[in-house]
Every structure is written in structure tokens, then in C-alpha cells.
């Protein structure tokens, strides 16, 4: 029985005003939005959700159970350690897991930058540099990489190299690498003006990693040269800044659709390069993740006007062959 003054669970108390009311009230204007973007992903819907650095099969099954006991759809994960630091039957059990969900598994290609011979990355203005390929000898085994996971069936690649990009896309283009394959550019090459959202394209980035700081303003201006999926940390690691955006994020798909809502974590350890001695870290992490997604698509569900996201299978999704 509640006690004298509560309401029944089932008789919860909703406020009537929404918060713009109550602030407009006050004689305050919120800052005026942007226009809505009228661009949709292939199958018609507004955002999709993703799960970064979920570092191998055991995380991958982690997401699977934790998203299937929150009901959250989860459309794509990625991860950060590289395509080269997994076994051929580790990328075959992702490929299956991921085939059988209907979900993007997105792998980073390996080698690069941050763990090669040189120094210069790991300096104190180093960390922009990680992400690219050192020399040519790189660029071979970068390729070999995505040539040995695409064997064992994965069908999406972070690239945070724009000549690695290139060869890759030349490679797919004549049929050296299968035609399905998702290039998605990495948070490492972040463009934050339009013309450079427009160079990836050009280079044939599927989808982009945007920075994480961005205004709606500044989505919309990118939204304003290209339709191409954009790609934005909702909440970020502290090593991306630390942003904790998920009350945002109906404003962020309205604005920025078609929109990938990545779901870092602030407050936690580096992962990469992963392996068994961080196991527990990582999975307690990937499904601190999904927690995170379900909490942003209640506020969205709160907030937002029809707004829509992909199921699971739906067009344009890497999703890999089992």
C-alpha cells in the first residue's frame, strides 16, 4: 500500500509543462535550433546507434545480452585495437555474431601510427598523429589487414588514414575487395568544417566520425554540403573530452540526421590495444555502454517528434557474412 501521499506506481505523476514552457515562462528564449536535416538513411530513418570498443567476441556477446535485456537496438559496434590484434576465428565469431543480429561489426585497421617504431605519437602533442600510416611498408600490412578480416567475413573498416582511404576505396573499385564493405572514417580525422566533410566523401568514406564538441550549429552546417551518414560520439571518453550529450540527442538527430549515436564512456580506463589481461574491463565497459544508449533513448522517446531509428538488418549496414 503506498504510504499517504504517494501515487500507486502505476498512477506516476507527469509534469503537464515541458521545459521549454517553464523557461519561456521566465521570459527566457531557449537559443533558436537549427532546421531540421531532411536527409534519411536508406531505409527512411532518422539515426542509428553504436557501440564503440567492443573489443572482441566475448564483449560483442556482452552488448547482445545486455542491449536484448534493456531493449535497445543496437545498429552497429566498432572497435579500437585493431582487425590485426583478433585471430581468424575470433573475426569469425564476430562476423557471426553480427550476421546474426543483422548488425554492423566495424573493425579498426590495425596497423598504425600509434604502434609503430616511431616516437612521434606517443610525445605530448603526439595523440593526432595515431591514427596514421607510417610509410609504405604500413600501408601493405593496413591492407593485408582488412584483406584477412574481409576473408573471415567482416564487412566495415575504420580508416583514420586519408591515403590509406583512398587505396582502400581504389582496391574495392576494381573489385579487389568486396563491393559491400562499409569504410568508416575515424574519430582520428574528425573534419569540423563543411568543405573537409566534403573531402572524405569524395574519398569515399561511407560514414564520418564528426568531433564530439560540436554545436548544432556547426551539424547543421555540415549537414548542409552532404547527406552522408555522420557519425558522433554521444557521450565521449575523456581522451575525446569527456562529453555527456544524451539528454541532447533528439536535437542532435533532428539536426545532424542521418545520424550514427555512438555511446562512449567518460570516466574510464584506455582499452586499446585490448587483450585478456583487460578482459573484465572490457566487457563491464561495453555493457556500461548499452546502459548508456538506453538512458539517451528515453530522453529521446521523451523529447522527441517521430523520430525514428533503423532496425536491426536494415539497408546499408555492414553487416557481416557468417
Not at 573499385?173 to 568486396?178: A, K, S
Not at 554545436?215 to 548542409?224: F, K
Amino acid at each position: 500500500m503506498p504510504m499517504p501521499g504517494q501515487q500507486p506506481e502505476d498512477q506516476a505523476w507527469k509534469a503537464s509543462p515541458t521545459g521549454a514552457e517553464v523557461v519561456r515562462a521566465l521570459g527566457v528564449e531557449a537559443e533558436a535550433l537549427p532546421p531540421p536535416s531532411p536527409h534519411r538513411f536508406p531505409d527512411g530513418a532518422h539515426f542509428r546507434t553504436e557501440i564503440p570498443s567492443v573489443e572482441g567476441p566475448e564483449a560483442l556477446a556482452a552488448v547482445v545480452e545486455e542491449a536484448g535485456r534493456r531493449q535497445v537496438v543496437v545498429n552497429r559496434v566498432s572497435q579500437g585495437s585493431g582487425a590485426m590484434l583478433l585471430s581468424r576465428a575470433e573475426l569469425r565469431e564476430m562476423a557471426r555474431i553480427g550476421a546474426d543480429q543483422g548488425m554492423e561489426v566495424s573493425l579498426f585497421v590495425g596497423p598504425r601510427e600509434e604502434w609503430d617504431l616511431g616516437a612521434s605519437s606517443r610525445g605530448p602533442d603526439g595523440p593526432a598523429l595515431a591514427g596514421l600510416v607510417r610509410g609504405a611498408r604500413q600501408l601493405r600490412y593496413a591492407f593485408e589487414d582488412v584483406a584477412r578480416a574481409a576473408e573471415q567475413g567482416i564487412r566495415s573498416f575504420l580508416v583514420a588514414d586519408p591515403g590509406l582511404l583512398e587505396t582502400l576505396v581504389g582496391a574495392q573499385r576494381r573489385g579487389e575487395l568486396p563491393a559491400e564493405i562499409v569504410w568508416k572514417a575515424s574519430v582520428y580525422m574528425a573534419p569540423a568544417n563543411p568543405v573537409s566533410f566534403a573531402q572524405l566523401q569524395r574519398l569515399g568514406a561511407s560514414t564520418v566520425n564528426v568531433p564530439s564538441d560540436m554545436t548544432l550549429g556547426q551539424l547543421s552546417e555540415l549537414r548542409s554540403v552532404s547527406d552522408l551518414p555522420i557519425d558522433l560520439y554521444v557521450e565521449s571518453p575523456d581522451s575525446l573530452g569527456g562529453l555527456v550529450r544524451g539528454h541532447e540527442l533528439a536535437d542532435l538527430v533532428s539536426v545532424a540526421a542521418p545520424l550514427y549515436a555512438k555511446f562512449g564512456l567518460r570516466n574510464a580506463r584506455g582499452l586499446y590495444p585490448s587483450g585478456g589481461h583487460l578482459r573484465n574491463d572490457v566487457i563491464a565497459m561495453a555493457r556500461e555502454r548499452v546502459r548508456r544508449a538506453g538512458i539517451a533513448l528515453e530522453w529521446l522517446a521523451r523529447l522527441s517528434d517521430g523520430l525514428t531509428q533503423s532496425a536491426p538488418g536494415a539497408k546499408g549496414l555492414g553487416i557481416p557474412l557468417a
